[in-house]
C-alpha cells in the first residue's frame, strides 16, 4: 500500500480540526492526541497530519517558518466535480479559512485556492475526465 501524510504545522489544533472537518474530511482518532490529529483526505491513500507547532519542531533542527507570511508548500487536492470545488470553498470560508484569489477557469481544469485559518494553502479543483486522461490537447480537440 502507498499512502501519503502531510505534516501541517497549527496554532490551535481544535480549530485545525474543525475547518478540515468542515471541509468534509475525518479525523482518525487512533492517531490523533494533544498533539496531532490524522485528518483522512481519501482512505488508505491520502491524510493530513496537523501537529501543534512545538510538537511538529521536534522533527527538524530548522526553525518552522510561518506559513500565512512565507509559504513554501501548496497541496492540491481534485474532486469530482466544480461544484465539489465551489462547495470546499465555502465549506472552509465558513469555518475560518480565506480564499486569496479568484477562482482560475482553464476549460479543462478549474482550481480555487483556500488557506487554513493558519495559512497552509489548499488547492482544490476538477478536471474534465478526457484532460485528466489524456491531456489537455484531448480536451481541447473534443470541443472542436
Known amino acids: 500500500m502507498t499512502a501519503m501524510f502531510v505534516n ?3 496554532t490551535d489544533l481544535g480549530r485545525a480540526k474543525r475547518f478540515y472537518t468542515a471541509l ?3 479525523i482518525n482518532p487512533l492517531f490523533t492526541d494533544h498533539n496531532a ?3 483522512v483526505v481519501e482512505e488508505d491513500h ?3 497530519m496537523i501537529l501543534v507547532r512545538d510538537y ?3 522533527f527538524t533542527e530548522l526553525p518552522i517558518g510561518d506559513p500565512a507570511v512565507n509559504p513554501s508548500v501548496s497541496t492540491a487536492i481534485f474532486l469530482d466535480t466544480r461544484e465539489a ?3 470546499a470553498i465555502a465549506d472552509g470560508i465558513a469555518a475560518g479559512g480565506a480564499e486569496p484569489r479568484p477562482a482560475s477557469d482553464y476549460g479543462f481544469m478549474y482550481q480555487r485556492q483556500l488557506n487554513d485559518p493558519d495559512g497552509n494553502i489548499l488547492e482544490f479543483g476538477w478536471m474534465d ?3 485528466a486522461e489524456q491531456g489537455p490537447e484531448a480536451f481541447a480537440n473534443q470541443q472542436a
Open 8 to 10: 501541517l504545522p497549527v
Open 24 to 26: 468534509g474530511f475525518t
Open 37 to 39: 490529529a490524522c485528518v
Open 46 to 48: 491520502s491524510y493530513f
Open 56 to 58: 511538529f519542531q521536534t
Open 85 to 87: 470545488v465551489d462547495k
Open 129 to 131: 475526465p478526457t484532460a
